[in-house]
Structure formats: C-alpha cells, structure tokens
C-alpha cells in the first residue's frame, strides 16, 4: 500500500510551488498510475525514494519518455557540477524536458518557515532551486552528453510538500510563490496537544515515507498509534481521529537549531 500511496500523491496532490519566473511546472495532470505496483525501496532517504516513484509513473506513461535519471553533469572526471533529476521526452511536441522534483515540509514560525529539520527552511530550498538547480542546462549545456548537447531542453519542476500553521496563527502563511491551492496542515509543540485534543484522540503517526500522501489516500494503510506520552525527540506528522489535516508535533525546543531566515528577493 505504500507505493500505491506515495505513486497515488503524484498524480493527485496539489503542489507546494507551482510556476517560477525562471520555469513553469511539468504537466503531472497528464501522468496515470502503472496497472501494476512495484516495490520501492522504503530504507532509502524521502528524496530518493519518492524520486524512484515519479520514475515508476514516467515510465508507465504514453506521452513520456524517460531517457535518463540522476544524470550527472561533469565538467570533467574529478568535477560534478550537478544532477539532473529526471530528462524526459514529451511524446506529444518531441520536446526535451530536464525535469526537477522535490517533496518539502515547512513549519510557520513567525515570518520564518522552517523544515521539520530545522536547518532547512522555505526560503534557502527556494534559492538554490532557483539559482542553481533549475539553471544547470542553461550554465553547463557543454558538460551534458553529447546526445543531448545541441538540442533545445526546457527545465520544469514538480515541488511537492505540505506548509503547516502554527496552532494559534490567526492567518495562514502566504510566502512568495506558495501555489494557494497546496496542502495545508496545522503544528504545535508537545506540550501543547493537551490543550487541543481530548484523551480520546485517536492519534497515528505518519511514517515519513507517506508524508508526501493527503490524508484521504491513506484511508487503507495501517498506521501506528502515536500518544503524546511518548518522548519526542524530533517532529513527527500525525493523523489526529477524522480531523482532514495533518498535523506535526514538534519538541517543546523546536526549532532552537532553526538558522536565520530571509524572504527571497526575486
């Protein structure tokens, strides 16, 4: 069920960031589910595994072709500029896609968004999306296989995720190029839950595999029961009883490793 899940999202969920200055977003209205569900490797890190699913869609799809993933851009043996995602034919126009995807989580405290690590955060994924990622074709087309070298490529990106509000945030946050439409969920910190939940809660944790997945695709999995009682030593998501939003519950200390934020400049 956990493929079909994480396979489910790709097609179904909203985007966290949809269309940049710099790129638009891939079409993924027009990827359909495989008629069969492989195995996808769970002990791998959230990146990489949902990487592997995209591919699985990609591969089943009639108007996409893919031609390469994680490809790797060398200025020479011992230099890597930088991967490529996925490259991808469309079928449909002959055009040549590099193609860029993330899952992110972020957490809105005050006017800062950090990730469930707090070294992460909205604004620092932004820029190096936006200054590194997406312009590898267009700095380095000489270092991509010579196969490609000449032609015309187009860079898209599919930013997944799901932004949290605080608790007691009277507004929800509207960063700069959030798409309106994302998933949203609610956060608050351990000590807080009892204030918000009765006893009775029916709590379940959300493994991070699945973190990617709306609530209303996980209504076949088995998930663990989760209770506040439990040490906490990292955030975790959870699914609190029928209620149609995630919620993370993050250490009483969070996010005391947070780094300073920014708003990005465009």
Known sequence: MMTRSLLQSLTGSPLLIGDLPETASFPYEELTLPTETPELNAQQK?????????????EASERFDLLAQNLQVQKDAHTTVGELDFLVRDLTSGQLIHLELATKFYLAVGDALPGPDA???????????RSHQLTLVKN???????EFRDEEIVTQQLIYGCLFDHIDSPTPAAPEFLNPKCRRGKWMHIDDVANFFSDETNFRIIPKTLWPVPLPLLTEV????????????????I???????????APQNYPASSSPTR???S
């Open 222 to 237: 088995a998930l663990e029961k989760w209770s506040s009682k439990d040490p906490l030593e990292r955030c975790v998501m």
């Open 119 to 129: 070294r992460d955060n909205y604004f620092k994924k932004l820029d190096r999306l």
């Open 239 to 249: 699914r609190a009883g029928d209620h149609e939003a995630p919620y993370f519950i």
């Open 140 to 146: 380095y087309r000489d270092f991509l296989p010579k």
């Open 46 to 58: 959230l990146g990489h595994l949902y990487e592997d699913a995209l591919a699985v869609v990609l």
């Open 263 to 265: 708003r990005f400049q």
